[in-house]
Structures are given as structure tokens and as C-alpha cells.
């Protein structure tokens, strides 16, 4: 194992001697105002698209927001559908902002980043079938989204990884998508592994606030639904090729690492790629440490690669 990145070492410490407020003690409007002030103090200036453009698209149950980035400079008629971190509790458009941006210029595609519904207001599956409903919509007309037509990439981190993942599990065979790209992913709420052991307090991720967060997204639903734990799936043969991403200190990384074993037993091609020294939704520290803004270039080269080959 190598060190912690020096940035972190500090902030680590502090996170350790001062644990976070639980939050059921909290509410959830004061923890999303959290979360947005915490992703403005520390995301790095964003980079400039070519242009935005904030639609809203429709779904089984109404409508979704979705803000779209095109790049100024583009490797691919590619289109990725980017679903947020955040818990299943957290996460807007703008709070998620600054990394949809560097998504798109790093893997120099259009990136369409979705507000699917969040929980507790919106338990399961309401983001599983928002996710579901926006790839679709996506995959029978681009142009709702002002783009022309290309393969789908879709891209989760942390809680959007697992809609990401679940997504790509429920179009098989219904609709073509080029690549999955997880970041970091959750992968099941009853996950038990080494890293989630040796890592789940103190590293920025605490284990036992996502079991919270799960409970609250959940309600009755079963933990054995691969749409709640895809790493559960029990054939993920025919699936989109993945890009798995891995933070070192992130007590989730052996889930991610599993899954990707998994994807590769079942014939699927991945590819793993491991942050050393970084801890969970670090491509959101940007601000706070360069490092991580090349380990999202990097990302991005990989990811165009994947889909110039796979495409």
C-alpha cells in the first residue's frame, strides 16, 4: 500500500480526531446545503465548454433536469450519460458541475449529466428507472439533448455508479451502449469487504452514514435486487465493456475491484484502473490537489481509447 497523497494525510487526521455528525442527526436539507458548499470549496476551476444547455427530459413518471456539455474540442460523436455521486440522498446539477465539465473535456465527448430523483422524497427505483428512461430516450433520439447521434457511454461515481452499473445491466439486449465508465462505485448495501473494514471511518467515506443513506433510498425493497446490489447480478454476460476507476484509501474499492472480476469472468472486457494514495470522490478535490485532476485526464485518456475500440 502506498502512503495517503501528503494533501490528504492532514485532512485525513483531522477527519479522524473529529468525526463527521451522523446524519440522521442532520435532516437532509442542511446535509445538501452541505454538500454543495463542501463541492464549491473544493472542485478546481471548471473548464469552458463549447456550450451548456439545461433540458429536461421526460420519463415514466414525469420529467427529469439534465444540463448538457459539449466540449470545445471533440474525439468522438460519443454522448455519456453521466449519473452523480451523492449517496442517493445528495447531488444537483450544479453541485456536480465542475466534474461533468471535466468528464467531457477529458474524454472530449458530449456529456449529459442527469438530476435523476433522490431519495428519501424518491425511494428505489425511482433512480433506477429515471436512469433507465433517460438511456433509452437518449439511445432512440439524440437530438432531444441538441446532439446528434452516436454511441452511448454511460458514466456513474460513488451512488451513480451503482444507477450507472444497473442501468447498463437492465439495457442489455434493448439498447447498445459503447462502454460502462464506474467511478468509485457502490456496488450493494450489505457488501461486506476488507477495504470497507480497514477504511469505513476516518477516510472521507464513512460506512456506516451510506448504510444510513441506503436505508433511507431502500425502504422495503430487497437488498438481494441486483438493481439495488448489481455486483449480486447473477449473469452479467453481453454487458457493455467497462472502465472501472478505484481509489486506494476508499473503503468501497474492493466491491469495485470485485465487480470487475466479476464483468471479466462473464467475458466482459474491463479495464481497472487504480488512484493510489486517494480516498473516495476524489476527482472532487481538484481544488485541493492537482494530482487528481490528472488522474482525471488520465481517466479520460483511457476512456477514449475504450471507445474508439469499442465503438
Known sequence: MTPLH???????????????????????????????????ATEALAPQMASTNDISLATRDGYVS???????????????????GGGFVMGTLDSYDALARRLAAACGIAVVSVAY?????????????????VVLSLAADSRIAGLPSGPLVLFGDSA???????????????VSIAAQVLMYPTLGPEILTDSAHR?????????????????????DASHADPRVAPLLASDLSGLAPAVILVAEFDPLRDEAVNYAGLLTHFGVDVELLEAEGMVHSFLKLGGLMPDALEELDDLGRHVRN?????S
Do not use: N, W
Not at 455528525?21 to 442532520?26: K, N, Y
Not at 439534465?66 to 471533440?74: N, Q, S, T
Not at 451513480?160 to 434493448?174: E, L, Y
Open 117 to 133: 430523483r433522490l431519495a428519501p422524497e424518491h425511494k428505489f427505483p425511482a433512480a433506477i428507472h429515471d436512469a433507465e428512461d
Open 199 to 219: 477504511l469505513g471511518t476516518g477516510y472521507f467515506l464513512e460506512m456506516d452514514h451510506l448504510a444510513y443513506h441506503y436505508a433511507q433510498y431502500l425502504g
Open 6 to 40: 501528503p494533501v490528504l494525510e492532514p485532512l485525513v487526521r483531522y477527519a479522524q480526531e473529529h468525526p463527521a455528525a451522523h446524519p440522521r442527526d442532520l435532516g437532509y436539507q442542511a446535509i445538501r446545503e452541505q454538500h454543495v458548499a463542501t463541492s464549491l
Open 160 to 174: 451513480g455508479g451503482c444507477v450507472a452499473a444497473v442501468a447498463a445491466q437492465q439495457m442489455r439486449g434493448r
Open 66 to 84: 439534465a444540463r448538457v456539455y459539449v466540449p470545445r474540442e471533440l474525439s468522438s460523436t460519443a454522448i455519456g450519460v453521466y449519473f452523480h
Open 306 to 310: 475504450f471507445v474508439a475500440s469499442h
